[in-house]
Every structure is written in C-alpha cells, then in structure tokens.
C-alpha cells in the first residue's frame, strides 16, 4: 500500500498475527463483516514480516530518499550519496544492499583496529596496577594482578556497531539469497568483533581520519540498528519490523536542516523549545524549531507532514498554532513548513494583529541535495525576515 492509501486491503490472518501487526503500528486493521480484515495506513511507513505474510506500506518519497531523511535527522553528515543506488521495489532489500555495498567498501582495505582498555586479574605485571583493586580483592597475595592495560583490537565501537547490523539484517526473512550471502560474508570477516547484545546503546563513535572509510557503513548501520527489529512472538512467531513514523521524521528532518543552515549565525537553534501561553505557565507549547540570539527568541518554524486540500488550503489548525506561538514567543512571523504543496510560498496576513504566518512546502521529491537547498532557501528568507540587523553576520 502507498501511505496515502485510504482503502487499503482485505486479509485473511489468525489472531496472534492480527494481534502483532496491530502491534507493530504500521497499519490499522478493521474487523469486516466475512471475518477478514481491512488494513489502512495509518501515518507510518516500512514493512512487517510475519507468519508468511508482508506488509509494506511504501512512502511517497521513494525508499532512497526514506532512507535520507531519517539519516540525516539524527546526523547531518550523513549524505545524499549514502542512499544512492538503493531498490526502490523491496525496503528489505533496499537496506540490505545499501549495508553491504557501503560495509564492502568499509572493509576494502582490511578491518579497522584500534586501541580498548581493558581491566583483569593477571599472572604477571601488565600496564597500570590497580592498587585499590589489589588491595579489595588479594590482600597480602602478589598474584593475580589486579591491572588496566590498553590492548590493539579489532573489537572497537566501530565494528561491534557494524556486525550487529549486519545480524540483525540477516535474521530478517526471505532475502534474497545472493544478499544474505553477501551479509554472512561481511558477518565473518568482522568474526573479532563482540555483537551487541539486544536492548544495549548504540556505542559512541566520533568520524575521525582513521576511521574515514567506515563512516558512510556506519551511519546505514545506526539505520538499522535504531529502526528495524526482529523478536519471536507468542507461539513463537517470528516478526521482523521497520517501521518508522513519517511526521516525526520529517520534524527531526527539519529541525537538523535548520540547525546546519543557521549554524554560521549568531545564536542557537533549538528544537522542541518549551514556551507557555499564559503567564502563570499552564498552557505549556513546544515549538518544532526556535532560534534565539542572545537568548531571546527570532525566529519560530514548526514541522508538518501533511498535504495541502484540492483547493490548496491547509489545515486550518495549524495557522492557530502558529499565531499562538507568536503571541508566546512575542515574534511577528511564523513559518509553517510543509511536505508538500501546490501553490509555492504564501503569506498569511492575520486580522487586527501584525503576525504573518508563511506557509513554506519543501519539495521531499526532488534530489536530496536539491532538498537540502531548499531549505538553505528557507533557512535564509527566515534570517533576513526575522533577524535584519544581524542579516550580514
């Protein structure tokens, strides 16, 4: 189904599947009268395997441009070539290949090693004693010893972070069998490497000159890593999920954008800014985006993954929102960016006040790097509009 989709399909599934795709929050089920049910999307986009059957609700963005999106929300490095090249038909294999080419790369020129601390109890004297430690655990003894050593590895953050995302790909169901070979492949060759265990953090890694060449497998990784699960269920129903929200990653996509393109400017840029409508902070807002120079808020922008009426109207709702944000904010222009829309960049005029509310669409079809631009364009309209005696800075 495409995420627009508002018929959808009928189906036929025992409950426990019924039960975990409801779970799974990828679509809606609704009971029908032959006793199947009827799916609907219902905001979120990706894919569900369960019980031999997929569901794949597909974004109108294409899965490359998915892929960048929620890339580039949670690390502005990450590239519009990072994506290039993926299956747009399968999610699944789209991820696979896009894991395998770049951790190929990765690997090109052997596996990456570096330097961890470790602290154990030895035979013999290896870097630090631990006096403390000795003392605690063998008093009066002179061995073991109780030491902290640095020792050159290829079990670093970089390729535990790598081999996970290369298992969990491979407990994903019905791959094609020349990727899944590729997956065990880089599997192996990362052997040195200790997995993660699940629920565990993804480990802190910093792209440096040494580990230049991981960073693009890296960051598909953390992808993969943060979006895409598989567990067994009841009855021991495997279900594999990647399932994403779209209107949270267009806001954190924004938020990110903004933040890159102000970063050369005076002040700070902020997302999910606390502000209240009312003097006695009842009426609690958070703003998607606020910029403050010398603390005081300039600009104001708010996220909105919605479409435009066939008569070119947004929602009525959001322009509230918006005029309350300025009232808060003491601001006279909101900027309401949209996923979409007919009729360019409009101005709205509010009655009796001097607030204008500029809707703004971004165009997600377009080139990531052409997105990129367009909300520069953005990003500079708003600093000049906003911010006149600090345009120049």
Same mark, same amino acid.
């Given at each position: 189904?495409?995420?627009?989709?508002?018929?959808?399909?009928?189906?036929?599934?025992?409950?426990?599947?019924?039960?975990?795709?409801? +779970?799974?929050?990828?679509?809606?089920?609704?009971p029908?009268?032959?006793?199947?049910?009827?799916?609907?999307?219902?905001?979120?986009?990706?894919?569900?395997?369960?019980?031999?059957?997929?569901?794949?609700?597909?974004?109108?963005?294409?899965?490359?441009?998915?892929?960048?999106?929620?890339?580039?929300?949670?690390?502005?490095?990450?590239?519009?070539?990072?994506?290039?090249?993926?299956?747009?038909? *399968?999610?699944?294999?789209?991820?696979a290949?896009?894991?395998?080419?770049?951790?190929?790369?990765?690997?090109?020129?052997g596996?990456?090693?570096?330097?961890n %601390?470790?602290?154990?109890?030895?035979?013999?004297?290896?870097?630090?004693?631990?006096?403390?430690?000795?003392?605690?655990?063998?008093?009066?003894?002179?061995?073991?010893?109780?030491?902290?050593?640095?020792?050159?590895?290829?079990?670093?953050?970089?390729?535990?972070?790598?081999?996970?995302?290369?298992?969990?790909?491979?407990?994903?169901?019905?791959?094609?069998?020349?990727?899944?070979?590729?997956?065990?492949?880089?599997?192996?060759?990362?052997?040195?490497? %200790?997995?993660l265990?699940?629920?565990?953090?993804?480990?802190?890694?910093?792209?440096?000159?040494?580990?230049?060449?991981?960073v693009?497998a890296?960051?598909?990784?953390e992808?993969?890593?943060?979006?895409?699960?598989?567990?067994?269920?009841?009855?021991?129903?495997?279900?594999?999920?990647?399932?994403?929200?779209?209107?949270?990653?267009?806001?954190?996509?924004?938020?990110?954008?903004?933040?890159?393109?102000?970063?050369?400017?005076?002040?700070?840029?902020?997302?999910?800014?606390?502000?209240?409508?009312?003097?006695?902070?009842?009426?609690?807002?958070?703003?998607?985006?606020?910029?403050?120079? *010398?603390?005081?808020?300039?600009?104001?922008?708010?996220?909105?993954?919605?479409?435009?009426?066939?008569?070119?109207?947004?929602?009525?709702?959001?322009?509230?929102?918006?005029?309350?944000?300025?009232t808060?904010?003491?601001?006279?222009?909101?900027?309401?960016?949209?996923?979409?829309?007919?009729?360019?960049?409009?101005?709205?005029?509010?009655?009796?006040?001097?607030?204008?509310?500029?809707?703004?669409?971004? *165009?997600?079809?377009? +080139?990531?790097? +052409?997105?990129?631009?367009?909300?520069?364009?953005?990003?500079?309209?708003?600093?000049?509009?906003?911010?006149?005696?600090?345009?120049?800075?």
């Open positions: 189904m495409a995420e627009n989709d508002t018929v959808g399909v009928e189906v036929s599934c025992p409950p426990p599947v019924a039960t975990a795709l409801t +779970a799974s929050g990828l679509v809606r089920l609704t029908t009268a032959d006793g199947t049910w009827r799916l609907t999307p219902c905001g979120r986009v990706g894919a569900v395997r369960m019980g031999g059957m997929d569901v794949v609700v597909t974004p109108k963005v294409g899965i490359s441009r998915l892929l960048f999106l929620l890339g580039y929300a949670h690390d502005p490095g990450f590239r519009p070539e990072d994506v290039q090249g993926t299956d747009e038909n *399968d999610l699944w294999s789209a991820v290949e896009t894991l395998c080419r770049h951790t190929e790369r990765a690997l090109a020129r596996v990456l090693q570096g330097y %601390t470790v602290e154990d109890d030895l035979r013999h004297v290896r870097g630090r004693i631990l006096l403390g430690k000795q003392i605690a655990r063998h008093p009066g003894m002179l061995v073991p010893v109780e030491a902290r050593y640095d020792t050159f590895t290829v079990d670093i953050p970089e390729n535990r972070l790598l081999r996970t995302a290369l298992k969990r790909m491979l407990a994903t169901p019905r791959l094609p069998l020349a990727l899944r070979a590729r997956l065990r492949h880089f599997d192996a060759v990362l052997a040195g490497a %200790t997995p265990t699940a629920g565990a953090p993804i480990p802190a890694w910093q792209a440096t000159r040494l580990n230049h060449r991981y693009p890296l960051r598909i990784a992808l993969v890593l943060r979006y895409q699960s598989f567990e067994v269920g009841t009855g021991g129903l495997a279900i594999a999920a990647f399932v994403v929200n779209m209107a949270t990653v267009f806001e954190n996509f924004i938020g990110s954008a903004l933040r890159e393109a102000w970063a050369h400017r005076p002040g700070r840029t902020r997302t999910q800014y606390p502000v209240s409508l009312d003097h006695d902070g009842t009426i609690r807002m958070k703003a998607d985006v606020v910029h403050t120079v *010398d603390g005081v808020p300039r600009i104001v922008a708010d996220a909105k993954y919605k479409l435009e009426s066939s008569t070119g109207q947004y929602p009525n709702a959001d322009h509230y929102q918006m005029l309350a944000y300025c808060a904010l003491n601001l006279p222009t909101a900027w309401l960016v949209y996923a979409h829309g007919l009729h360019g960049v409009r101005t709205r005029r509010v009655r009796h006040t001097d607030v204008e509310i500029v809707e703004y669409p971004i *165009d997600l079809s377009a +080139a990531p790097s +052409a997105v990129l631009d367009q909300i520069d364009k953005l990003a500079m309209a708003a600093w000049v509009r906003s911010v006149p005696s600090a345009s120049t800075g």
